[in-house]
């Protein structure tokens, strides 16, 4: 656990704050802001751990978690982990998160399965849209933010298995 100071690099937190990568492994993704968070990638090393550096780069401070995925991380299955914890902390008070958090998750556990389907990709877009603009809290405003920042960053990953 690490309490660091605004202005550092994310890279500098990574590398010589908190160690770097197991030796042999490379960076596959950096999860910030939490699991409402949205995902960094190599490029996004050098941005400068602020709100407003970290806004310019499409990235939440969130939480304050940065979470570190080596390549020989599933995230697949760490998404599906999220959507897991997303619908079951959802209340169930509106109807948006209620059951789009448990569609999210219907949707990632079958990605982690490999059993994804055609259309899974345009519905987890749909599902986080609807999430983001009609829940009435900011649980359900943001329980799609890693899944919707996943998708941008890895399409491939969210293609029906065949």
Same mark, same amino acid.
């Given at each position: 656990?690490?309490?660091?100071?605004?202005?550092?690099?994310?890279?500098?937190?990574?590398?010589?704050? =908190?160690?770097?990568?197991?030796? @042999?492994?490379?960076?596959?993704?950096?999860?910030?802001?939490?699991?409402?968070?949205?995902?960094?990638? &190599?490029?996004?090393?050098?941005?400068?751990?602020?709100?407003?550096?970290?806004?310019? *780069?499409?990235?939440?401070?969130?939480?304050?978690?940065?979470?570190?995925?080596?390549?020989?991380?599933?995230?697949? =299955?760490?998404?599906?982990?999220?959507?897991?914890?997303?619908?079951?902390?959802?209340?169930?008070?509106?109807?948006?998160?209620?059951?789009?958090?448990?569609?999210?998750? &219907?949707?990632?556990?079958?990605?982690?399965?490999?059993?994804?389907?055609?259309?899974?990709?345009?519905?987890? *877009?749909?599902? @986080?849209?609807?999430?983001?603009?009609?829940?009435?809290?900011?649980? @359900?405003?943001?329980?799609?933010?890693?899944?919707?920042?996943?998708?941008?960053?890895?399409?491939?990953?969210?293609?029906?298995?065949?």
């Amino acid at each position: 656990l690490y309490e660091v100071a605004f202005g550092i690099s994310l890279r500098r937190l990574l590398f010589d704050l =908190a160690g770097g990568l197991r030796s @042999g492994r490379k960076l596959q993704a950096v999860l910030m802001g939490g699991a409402a968070g949205a995902f960094a990638i &190599e490029k996004d090393l050098e941005v400068i751990l602020s709100f407003e550096s970290l806004s310019a *780069a499409g990235l939440p401070l969130g939480s304050g978690a940065v979470m570190v995925f080596d390549d020989s991380a599933d995230l697949r =299955a760490v998404l599906e982990r999220l959507g897991h914890f997303f619908a079951d902390e959802s209340c169930g008070k509106c109807y948006p998160c209620q059951l789009g958090t448990q569609r999210q998750h &219907e949707i990632l556990r079958r990605g982690s399965e490999k059993n994804s389907l055609a259309g899974d990709r345009e519905r987890l *877009a749909d599902i @986080g849209a609807t999430m983001i603009d009609a829940s009435l809290c900011g649980l @359900g405003q943001t329980a799609g933010t890693a899944v919707l920042s996943a998708m941008k960053l890895w399409p491939e990953m969210f293609d029906a298995q065949k």
